[in-house]
């Protein structure tokens, strides 16, 4: 039975309805520093407060909550982070996916506060109201893109690790990554794929990121950056491009106009491959994708989010033949073309 046939108890909605609080319990743990604080060593409520700065009341019914949630440990009196806490959240770490939720404290959280009002507006709640764009105001703010991008890296990562793994690589040579921010789909690629040299593609107040993140990884000598506009510059040339959580932005002629753009710049035979968070066809199952549908709603001006189906068509009206769509993790699919040789 899927989740959305599945008949809801009274306490399900209730912990749906204030699935909030929960959220909210991470990201504030996010914001004042726990998780880093927690990787020196196991600390007392009191200590935590003392070393964050923190007036103390709540601060234990925070960490027991989140003791609860499964995210700390706590024996004897003292904290310490669980196994992904310990992995994935404490700042600095190669794994650190709190750039998502820095994001999600930042800037969605408050936008997702007036969904009813994208609702019944059909606009955006936030700068995009305003800009056609939200990158233009984006790469505007220096620290802001700094959050974005190492969010991006955090929401992407396990995608981008499938991507390296499932994708047949041996057949190709070079990777174009659209919009690929600070390059982390390459740098997982050119980790397992040594005969692999990778292009990332994004627009030029991006490169400074993108530089400091693959020099930190060891592969610049196969990882290179063009800077430009995927809409009024040519895409750069390769067997396989890819476009992941960049579709999800742009409304539907831009979509296609995107899509074209790929075909133009592949060698013969070479490929396309598009991740998101695919909704599935029959639009029931993949709540993720359908909320991240609606999150394009409160963030850009005329983004959404598309079934694999949909992705499918528009790809072979561009000329992409073989298509097929692929599970990568989570809620994430890849739809794969090939531009005939
Ligand atoms: C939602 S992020 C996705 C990043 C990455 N591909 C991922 O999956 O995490 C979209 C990316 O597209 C880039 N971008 C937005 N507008 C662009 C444009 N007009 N030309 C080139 N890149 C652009 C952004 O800077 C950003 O890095």
């Known amino acids: 039975m899927s989740p959305s046939t599945r008949e809801l108890s009274p306490a399900d909605l209730l912990s749906l309805g204030l699935a909030f609080w929960k959220a909210k319990a991470l ?16 600390r007392t409520s009191v200590e935590l407060s003392s070393l964050l700065g923190l007036e103390g009341r709540g601060v234990e019914d925070l960490l027991d909550a ?6 700390l440990t706590r024996n004897d009196g003292r904290y310490a982070n669980g196994v992904a806490a310990a992995e994935h959240l404490v700042p600095g770490l190669p794994g650190y996916m709190g750039g998502a939720f820095e994001l999600a404290n930042s800037r969605l959280y408050p ?15 936030n700068e995009a109201q305003v800009e056609d764009d939200y990158y233009d105001n984006l790469t ?16 992407s990562m396990a995608s981008s690790r499938a991507i390296a ?39 030029p107040a991006v ?13 610049a000598d196969r990882l290179s950056y063009v800077a430009g506009d995927f809409f009024s510059d040519p895409l750069p040339a390769g067997d396989v491009i890819v476009m992941g959580h960049v579709l999800h932005n742009w409304n ?46 409160l963030v850009t001006a005329g983004g959404f989010v598309f079934t694999g189906a949909e992705c499918t068509t528009w790809m072979r009206e561009a000329g992409f033949v073989e298509t097929r769509v692929e599970h990568l993790q989570g809620p994430d699919s890849m739809v794969i073309g090939k531009k005939p040789a």
């Open 165 to 203: 793994e499932k994708f047949p690589w041996g057949e190709y040579g070079t990777l174009v990554d659209v919009g690929g921010a600070q390059g982390e789909l390459s740098v997982g690629v050119a980790r397992r794929h040594s005969h692999v040299h990778g292009v990332t593609f994004d627009l």
């Open 252 to 297: 539907l002629e831009q979509k296609k106009l995107l899509i074209q753009k790929a075909y133009a710049a592949l060698s013969p035979g070479g490929v396309l491959v598009v991740y998101e968070a695919l909704i599935d066809d029959a639009r029931r199952e993949n709540a993720f994708g359908l909320l991240m549908s609606l999150n394009m709603l």
């Open 66 to 71: 989140l003791v609860a949630l499964g995210i």
């Open 111 to 125: 936008t997702w506060g007036s969904l009813g009002k994208a609702l019944r507006t059909g606009l955006p709640q």
């Open 207 to 219: 490169q400074p990121f993108f530089a400091e993140n693959v020099a930190a990884s060891g592969f």
């Open 140 to 155: 505007r703010h220096e620290q802001r893109l700094r959050v974005f991008l190492s969010a991006m890296s955090g929401l």
């Open 27 to 42: 990201l504030a743990a996010v914001e004042i520093g726990i998780f880093g604080e927690l990787a020196k060593g196991s």
